[in-house]
């Protein structure tokens, strides 16, 4: 495990050491005593200072890398040149030039190289899957998501480091709209066409965005609208789609419930 932040502690460490086949071999972070901390309570059998040290262990197969998005190209070419497999944190790099540089690397070294995408796996996600599969609600025209997250905090804040864009690579869309677009693919297949609108609404003295839109065009015809924000102070985690013989409406996605519209009437799911 490479990046011992808060993500890394509340979801990665502990899938890392008790998912069957796998085990916590080492962890890094630049702070030494940190690092030792953290494998102590995570039970990483050792710690490095040095993410170089770490791809290196002849023991490690594979590296999580869970540093910060500037840092992704770089550990990431050193793990894939060390023979190592990666699993990346989102996003996967601050442009599409470093992402290219990631996946050149994993082909010359003959490694696997995943992002860290896992919304396709929810439950609710797979029966929307399941829904359009089925045909009843016709052909999907067009879906709608919005994620918002009020998030303006002070340059002290451990993740102030977001609204640089050097080290992010912009706001909300790169921070979890990405998640949504990861969604909409798995859902729709793939984009043909994308436009974004990144603005400033409500903080203009930040580097990176407050809102963003997207707008995209699928191979298949469908036509999708995200909008994500920081400024908007009510939060939003909805998702609809809308099909020639219905619809499907989820008014939050990382819970269950859903309702289905079609000329047979209005269904409840959860």
């Given at each position: 495990l490479l990046g011992c932040g808060d993500i890394a502690a509340?979801?990665?460490?502990?899938?890392?050491?008790?998912?069957?086949?796998?085990?916590?071999?080492?962890?890094?972070?630049?702070?030494?005593?940190?690092?030792?901390?953290?494998?102590?309570?995570?039970?990483?059998?050792?710690?490095?200072?040095?993410?170089?040290?770490?791809?290196?262990d002849p023991e490690i197969d594979a590296v999580y890398v869970a540093t910060p998005v500037r840092l992704h190209?770089?550990?990431?070419?050193?793990?894939?040149?060390?023979?190592?497999?990666?699993?990346?944190?989102?996003?996967?790099?601050?442009?599409?030039?470093?992402?290219?540089?990631?996946?050149?690397?994993?082909?010359?070294?003959?490694?696997?190289?995943?992002?860290a995408y896992y919304r396709h796996h929810y439950p609710i996600v797979a029966r929307l899957r399941a829904l359009l599969a089925s045909g009843e609600i016709g052909t999907p025209v067009l879906a709608s998501v919005q994620a918002f997250e009020a998030f303006d905090p002070g340059p002290d804040h451990p993740r102030a480091w977001l609204l640089r864009r050097s080290e992010s690579g912009g706001g909300?869309?790169?921070?979890?709209?990405?998640?949504?677009?990861?969604?909409?693919?798995?859902?729709?297949?793939?984009?043909?066409?994308?436009?974004?609108?990144?603005?400033?609404?409500?903080?203009?003295?930040?580097e990176v965005e407050d809102t963003c839109i997207a707008r995209l065009h699928f191979a298949s015809g469908a036509e999708a609208v995200l909008a994500v924000s920081h400024a908007a102070k009510e939060s939003r985690d909805s998702f609809e789609i809308f099909g020639s013989a219905g619809s499907i409406h989820v008014p939050v996605l990382n819970q269950g419930r859903l309702r289905v519209v079609t000329a047979a009437g209005t269904r409840e799911e959860e």
């Open positions: 509340k979801r990665v460490a502990g899938a890392l050491r008790d998912a069957p086949g796998s085990a916590l071999i080492a962890v890094a972070r630049a702070r030494a005593e940190r690092a030792a901390d953290f494998a102590r309570r995570h039970g990483a059998r050792r710690w490095y200072a040095d993410g170089r040290e770490l791809v290196r190209v770089e550990h990431t070419v050193a793990a894939a040149e060390a023979g190592k497999h990666v699993l990346c944190e989102k996003p996967m790099a601050l442009d599409v030039a470093g992402c290219e540089r990631m996946i050149a690397a994993a082909r010359a070294h003959g490694v696997r190289l995943g992002v909300p869309m790169m921070d979890f709209g990405c998640h949504r677009l990861e969604v909409l693919r798995d859902l729709l297949g793939p984009v043909a066409g994308v436009t974004g609108f990144p603005v400033n609404v409500r903080l203009k003295s930040r």
